[in-house]
């Protein structure tokens, strides 16, 4: 299994990122995925997750109506849209796969077994 996350960078309040990751080394369709972030000192926390199909999303309350996470079954890849970013929203980005069988949706750390090397995101004037 191998989850490669692309698409961070420096970014000023307020503007937008759209990070990639894609998936090789099991079949992508059949598990969710999602996506956790790191700041610095302090723990890694989740921000959203999708179903296999993509059919069903949860998101943290801090990225709520801000963040957008979509999947293209066909690319393999799963997708992070960040629009009216915030300071408080730089952080190592992670994304992750749900490994435990098509009809689960995670939300902790515990619930994903395959992990990316992640991307870093830092939102600064």
């Known amino acids: 299994v191998q989850l490669v996350e692309s698409g961070g960078g420096l970014v000023q309040p307020g503007g937008s990122l759209r990070l990639s990751c894609a998936a090789s080394?099991?079949?992508?369709?059949?598990?969710?995925m999602g996506w956790f972030r790191q700041a610095p000192g302090k723990e890694r926390e989740f921000v959203v997750g999708?179903?296999?199909?993509?059919?069903?999303?949860y998101y943290a309350d801090s990225v709520k109506g801000r963040f957008t996470i979509s999947r293209d079954n066909a690319k393999n890849t799963v997708y992070l849209q960040m629009n009216s970013l915030k300071p408080e929203d730089t952080a190592v980005y992670y994304c992750?796969?749900?490994?435990?069988?098509?009809?689960?949706?995670?939300?902790?750390?515990?619930?994903?077994?395959?992990w990316g090397q992640g991307t870093q995101v830092t939102v600064s004037s």
């Open positions: 992750a796969a749900d490994m435990r069988g098509s009809w689960y949706l995670g939300t902790k750390e515990a619930d994903f077994g395959s």
């Open positions: 080394g099991f079949t992508f369709s059949s598990y969710a």
């Open positions: 999708i179903s296999w199909r993509g059919g069903s999303t």
